[in-house]
C-alpha cells in the first residue's frame, strides 16, 4: 500500500478509536500498534515493548509529577489572594488599573504552576469577586482571566513543555529557558492591551480611591514574599545550573510545602489531596506517553514522517508558509484535543518538517506550546473556558467572546515570533550554550 493511502488508514483509525471513547493513550498504541502489523514486517510486541521502555525510563521524566505536585499543592492554598493583595497597591496606577493584577498575578503564579487551568482557576478564584465588587466590566474581567491563565504553560516551569521536549529528544532545561522570553512578550502584549481598552473606554474603569504611600504598599506585600521566594528559587536554579531540572522539581515541590506550612494552609488532608492529584494526572499522561511511543516506532518504521518531510521540501514551501498551515491544523486539533495528546500525536510528524524549513526545534516547542494555549480558549473544550464559565454562571459562549481579544493577542504573538525567532533562541544560546 502507498503511504499517502496508510496514513490516511491510521488517521481514519485513530479517529474511530478516539470516537468510540477509548482512551487517547489507548487509541494511540492500537494504532501504532496495527500499523506495526500490518504494514511492516516486524514483531509489534517487541517493538512496541522496546519503544515504550525506552521512552519511559527516561530519568528527566520525573520532573513531570514534581511540578504537577508543586502546583498542586499552591493551588490548594491561600497562594492567590496573596498575590492578589501584594500585586493590586503596584499596579493601581496604570490605565486599566488593577486588571493588570489578572495578567501580572498569572504570569507569576505561572512560574510555580505549570498548569494553565490550574493559574487560571487559582488566580479567578480571587480576582473575579474582587473586580465585580470594585466595579469592573465582566467581560474584560473574564478575558483577562481568561487569557492570562494561558501562560501557566508557557512561563516555565511548564508540564506541556516537559511532555514536548521529551517527544523532541531537546533538553528541558533548554526548554524552560526558551519560553522565559516569549512568556514576557505575552505578558506584555495582554497588559498593552488592557491599557489600550482602558483609554477606549475611560468611563468603564472604576476610579481608585485607595492611596498608598510607599511605605504602605511594601507592607502591603507582605503575603507575596512567599510566593516571590519560590519563583526566584525556581528559576534562579534554572539559570545558574545548580540543578537539573528534575532536581529543581524536588526543590520546587518542598518550596512549595513551606509556603503552605508558612501561610497556615498545609494540612495532612491538603498534602494527601496534592499528592492524589499529582499522582493521578502523572499517570494520565505516562498512559499518552507510552501509546505516543508506540505510534511513533510505527511512523518510522513505516517512513511516514520521513517521506512527508520529503515531501513538503519538493514543495518548497516559504517557511512563513508552512507555519500558517500549521497553525490552522493546530486550531482545528484544538477545538477536540487536549494539549499533551495535541503534541505527541503530531510533534514526529510535525517536527522534520519545521526543522527542514530552518526553524530550531526549542522554537517549535515554543510555537506548539502557544498553539496549546489557543486550545485552551477554543471552543467546545477549552478548559479555561470551562473554569470560567463554572465561576461565573454565564454560557460558553460568553465566556468566548470575551476571550476573543486574547486569543488574537496569542495569533498575534505566533507571527512576531515566526518574524523574530530570536525571542526564542536567543536566552538558551546565552545562557546554556557555555
Known sequence: MELPLISLFLLVLLLLLLGMGIWIGFALLLTGAAAIGWFTAAPVGKVAATAIWGDSNDWTLTALPMFLWMGDILFRTRVS????????????????????????????????????????????????????????????????????????????????????????????????????????????????????????????????????????????????IPCVLLVVGVIGGMFSGVATATEIGALGVVGALIVAAFMRTLTWKTFLESAYSALTVTCMIGLILMGSSVLSAAMALTGIPRALAEWVATMHLHPYMLIAALCVVYLILGTALEGVAMILLTTSIALPMIVGAGFNPLWFGVFIVIMTELSTLSPPVGFNLFVLQLMTGRDQMYVARATTPFFLLLVAAVAILAVFPEIVTWLPQKLLSR
Not at 114 to 119: D, F, I, N, R, V
Not at 149 to 154: E, K, N, R, V, W
Not at 155 to 182: K, N, Q, R, T, W
Open 81 to 224: 489572594e496573596g498575590l492578589f493583595k501584594g500585586l493590586a497597591p503596584w499596579l493601581a496606577w496604570a490605565p486599566g488599573r488593577l486588571l493588570h493584577v489578572n495578567i501580572f498575578g498569572c504570569a507569576l503564579f505561572s512560574a510555580v504552576s505549570g498548569s494553565s487551568t490550574a493559574t487560571c482557576a487559582t488566580v479567578s478564584r480571587i480576582a473575579l469577586p474582587e473586580l465585580k465588587r470594585r466595579g469592573y466590566p465582566e467581560p474584560i474581567t473574564i478575558g483577562s482571566l481568561a487569557g492570562a491563565g494561558t501562560l501557566g504553560i508557557l512561563i516555565p516551569p511548564s508540564i506541556i513543555m516537559i511532555v514536548y521536549a521529551v517527544a523532541a529528544e531537546v533538553s528541558i532545561l533548554h526548554m524552560f529557558v526558551a519560553g522565559i522570553l516569549p512568556g514576557l512578550l505575552v505578558t506584555l502584549l495582554f497588559s498593552g492591551y488592557i491599557m489600550l481598552w482602558a483609554a477606549v473606554n475611560p468611563d468603564k474603569v472604576p476610579r481608585e480611591s485607595i492611596r498608598l504611600n510607599l511605605v504602605e504598599k511594601i507592607r502591603a506585600s507582605k503575603d507575596l
